[in-house]
Structure formats: structure tokens, C-alpha cells
């Protein structure tokens, strides 16, 4: 059965098989935690993030793709787009970023990750409600992985403030 955990940390220090950016459609890097993994990364991951814009266009919102992790401990980095709130209607930012999680797991198992950390998609310059992202988080995460987990043996919330580690904590009963 795959573990579903919570843990405070910075994600760029992990040392798990994918780690995923909460980026943007341009994946050129930006604030928070896409700023912190382009910086930690290096510049290999701007290289493989320009070839695949230039190849398929802008990422659209609720999907993902997979680069190098450069220089970081991690394997890969995947790189998914949440929903910025205010922007659709309630339901459409839950199905958009219920996506996020849902694309995300099934790169990494397509890389045949056995472990993946995601960081608290859209909570931040996005502004979706902190709660309700944790708790679509985990719902599309565990459906994700009551279907078919593939190789994925443990999927870690990575929350960078402790509102959201409490949220995690108390949703996730740890
Ligand atoms: N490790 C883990 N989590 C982090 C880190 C880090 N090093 N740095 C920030 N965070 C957390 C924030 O505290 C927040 O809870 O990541 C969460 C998501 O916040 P943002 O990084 O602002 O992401 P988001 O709200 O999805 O907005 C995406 O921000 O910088 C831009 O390019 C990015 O335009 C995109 C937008």
C-alpha cells in the first residue's frame, strides 16, 4: 500500500525519486517554490523546461511534465501548473488542480518512481484556500493511488508553513 505522509521542509533538499514544482504555464521559473528549485537546480532544468515550450507551447493548467532534477539530491522534477483562484469557477480550480496531482503521479510512474514529494500546489501567489487544497490534495492522491499506484510507494505533502503542515496533519490523521 503506498504511505501518504506530511513533513515541513524545503522541497529542493529531498532526496526522493521526483519532486514537483508548482510553476507556471511559461515553466521559465518564478517566485516561491519554482524559484527555489530553478535556483537549487541550475540551469540544466531551464534548458530541458525552453525545448519542451518550444516544442509543444505554453503547459496548460492541471498538467505536467517531467524534467532532470539538475543539481538537486532528487531524481526528476516535475513540473504541473495549479489554478490561480479567482481566475475559473469552485469547481473548475478543484477539477484543475485535483489534475495537477493526478498528471504529476502519472509521470512519476511512468518514470517508475517509487517516491514523490509534492509541495502545497496553488496555496501560495495562486491564493487557493489553504484547507480546501489540502483537502483536494489528498483526496486526488489517494484515489490516484487506490487505483493503480504502479511503482509509487510513498508520496510525501511537503508544507513550507505551519498552517499547512496542521491542515495535512489533521486531514491525513498523523
Ligand atoms: N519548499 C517547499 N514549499 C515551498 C518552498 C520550498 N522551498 N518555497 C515555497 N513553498 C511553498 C509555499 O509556502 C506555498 O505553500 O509552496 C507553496 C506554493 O506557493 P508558490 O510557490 O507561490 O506556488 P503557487 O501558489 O502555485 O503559485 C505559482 O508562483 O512563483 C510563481 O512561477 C510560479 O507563477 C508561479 C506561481
Not at 540551469?43 to 538537486?72: F, N
Not at 502519472?106 to 518512481?113: G, H, I, V
Not at 509541495?119 to 491564493?127: C, E
Not at 499506484?149 to 499547512?164: A, H, K, L, M, Y
Amino acid at each position: 500500500m503506498t504511505r501518504l505522509e506530511a513533513i515541513e521542509a524545503d522541497i529542493t533538499t529531498l532526496a526522493v525519486d521526483v519532486i514537483v514544482n508548482a510553476a507556471n504555464s511559461s515553466l521559465m521559473g518564478g517566485g516561491g517554490v519554482d524559484g527555489a528549485i530553478h535556483r537549487a537546480g541550475g540551469p540544466d532544468i531551464r534548458d530541458e523546461c525552453i525545448a519542451i515550450v518550444e516544442r509543444h507551447g505554453p503547459l496548460p493548467t492541471g498538467r505536467a511534465v517531467i524534467t532532470t532534477a539538475g543539481r538537486m539530491p532528487a531524481g526528476h522534477v516535475v513540473h504541473t501548473v495549479g489554478p490561480v483562484w479567482g481566475t475559473v469557477d469552485e469547481h473548475e480550480a478543484v477539477d484543475l488542480l485535483a489534475s495537477c496531482y493526478r498528471s504529476s503521479l502519472d509521470l512519476a510512474r511512468d518514470a517508475l518512481a517509487a517516491s514523490i514529494a509534492f509541495p502545497n500546489i496553488s496555496t501560495g501567489v495562486y491564493h487557493f484556500p489553504k484547507r480546501l487544497a489540502a483537502e483536494v490534495a489528498i483526496q486526488a492522491v489517494s484515489d490516484w493511488v487506490g487505483d493503480d499506484p504502479g511503482t509509487v510507494e510513498s508520496v510525501t505533502f511537503v508544507c513550507f508553513d505551519r498552517d499547512n503542515l496542521v491542515f495535512y496533519r489533521d486531514l491525513l490523521r498523523i
